[in-house]
């Protein structure tokens, strides 16, 4: 009897050892799958947070007639009246 008792003992000992390790292993690779997701997240909101202070800056310098008079010269080519504009060309 008592070796029966034992022996059952260690046969549930053995199912619980494994199906612990099992759980374990399978929340391990669910740990490592979940925290690389939360990197990526990390990641795309620090850019994001980037984004948000150069678009902040923008905003701060668009108020800002110069910023205006800049932004025309340098890509709708405006010029002032009694406005001289030199155009260097730099030959490679």
């Known amino acids: 009897m008592n070796k029966i008792r034992n022996l059952l003992f260690f046969i549930l000992s053995v199912i619980l050892l494994t199906y612990t390790f099992f759980i374990g292993i399978k929340n391990i690779f ?4 979940l925290k690389v997701q939360y990197e990526k997240v990390v990641m795309k909101y620090q850019t994001e947070l980037q984004k948000k202070e150069e678009y902040k800056v923008q905003i701060d310098q668009m108020k800002f007639q110069d910023f205006w008079e800049l932004q025309a010269k340098q ?3 405006y010029v002032k009246q009694k406005e001289i504009v030199y155009k260097l060309a730099i030959k490679r």
Do not use: I, W
């Open 75 to 77: 890509k709708l080519g």
């Open 30 to 33: 669910r740990y490592n799958k």
